[in-house]
């Protein structure tokens, strides 16, 4: 079953640091573009980053967390990474990985798989 | 503000047609076919609905289609069904440092 798990959300103060992971299972995760998107409390989707396939060379992120988030990967885990620093409250929010669907004729397309998601409190 | 710009809420009975639009730049929407859709259901993760402006992944109910025209995407359900309410996000490619923007989402209420 293809699936997504996040984990290591929860409580943080402003200006502290999280690492989430995104654990995949069911397809061969290296093969894939891997984005994290979030969701703030009642409110929409934000993209937050893209990462590349295979050893994940390039990198994206959108402004809002650009030098203060890094994500990275290991396919040997089949793992995905989020680490977050400078913590801001408008950080808060649920936080969801998520596979770029290989359907898609965009490189940087629709995402087809997504996690349960993993809540990120900034207080 | 959400980069696209989509209706705060729609509604419909049973068994009608609804449409969602979406309203983007020549940057986004209009620029590409790389217009998606999502369906998102309260404590739930989204589901993709729509790709690449009308494609629909394997599992997708025929009654979603997509459609796009100038810098405005849109997405139809048919045949209305109660478990059709949920919430309805466009997302599209855009070309700039921003990669992906997504709309502010449109909440589908079935009478």
């Known amino acids: 079953q293809v699936q997504l798990l996040e984990s290591g959300g929860g409580l943080v103060k402003p200006g502290g640091s999280l690492r989430l992971s995104c654990a995949a299972s069911?397809?061969?995760?290296?093969?894939?573009?891997m984005s994290w998107i979030r969701q703030a409390p009642g409110k929409g989707l934000e993209w937050v980053s893209y990462i590349t396939s295979g050893a994940g060379t390039m990198i994206y992120y959108a402004e809002s967390v650009k030098g203060r988030f890094t994500v990275s990967r290991d396919n040997a885990k089949k793992s995905l990474y989020l680490q977050m620093n400078s913590f801001r409250p408008d950080d808060t929010a649920v936080y969801y990985c998520?596979?770029?669907?290989?359907?898609?004729?965009?490189?940087?397309?629709?995402?087809?798989?997504w996690g349960q998601g993993t809540t990120v409190t900034v207080s | 503000q959400s980069a696209l710009a989509q209706p705060a809420s729609v509604s419909g009975s049973p068994g009608q047609s609804i449409t969602i639009f979406c309203s983007g730049t020549s940057s986004d929407v209009g620029g590409h076919n790389y217009v998606s859709w999502y369906q998102q259901h309260p404590g739930r993760a989204p589901k993709l609905l729509i790709y690449d402006v009308t494609n629909r992944p394997s599992g997708v109910s025929n009654r979603f289609s997509g459609s796009k025209s100038g810098n405005t995407a849109s997405l139809t359900i048919s045949g209305l069904q109660a478990e059709d309410e949920a919430n309805y996000y466009c997302?599209?490619?855009?070309?700039?440092?921003?990669?992906?923007?997504f709309g502010g989402g449109t909440k589908l209420t079935v009478l």
């Open positions: 998520a596979r770029v669907s290989p359907d898609s004729s965009s490189t940087f397309g629709a995402l087809d798989i």
């Open positions: 069911g397809f061969i995760f290296s093969d894939y573009y």
């Open positions: 997302s599209s490619h855009r070309s700039t440092t921003t990669l992906v923007v």
